[in-house]
């Protein structure tokens, strides 16, 4: 089992950034992948990024190209930067490790996108 807490949401008027940070409670160097999803108001949860424990990416259409997900194994933490941030990018974000049937969600962070 991994617990995941994730940190660094709130609210960030449009074209701006946000990092966002998920902390293990153990190891991640064996885990893969890793992963960013959000759910936005009443709409169901979709992917944003992955990252795999080889350091491969994969990104959603809609945040490729402004949004960057990585890894620090050594601190057991997972990151998404975010940047030309727009309205509907406003959502909760959530870590998630592991593929199902062992798949681990943190309670997540919210990230509103507003002037």
């Known amino acids: 089992q991994v617990q995941l807490v994730e940190s660094g949401g709130g609210l960030v008027q449009p074209g701006g950034s946000l990092r966002l940070s998920c902390a293990a409670s153990r190891s991640i160097f064996s885990i893969s992948p890793m992963g960013w999803y959000r759910q936005a108001p009443e709409k169901e949860r979709e992917l944003v990024a992955t990252?795999?424990?080889?350091?491969?990416?994969h990104y959603a259409d809609s945040v490729k190209g402004r949004f960057t997900i990585s890894r620090a194994d050594v601190v057991n933490t997972v990151y998404l930067q975010m940047t030309s941030l727009k309205p509907e990018d406003t959502a909760v974000y959530y870590c998630?490790?592991?593929?199902?049937?062992?798949?681990?969600w943190g309670q997540g962070t919210h990230v509103t996108v507003s002037s």
């Open positions: 990252i795999t424990a080889y350091g491969r990416s």
């Open positions: 998630s490790a592991g593929t199902e049937p062992s798949r681990y």
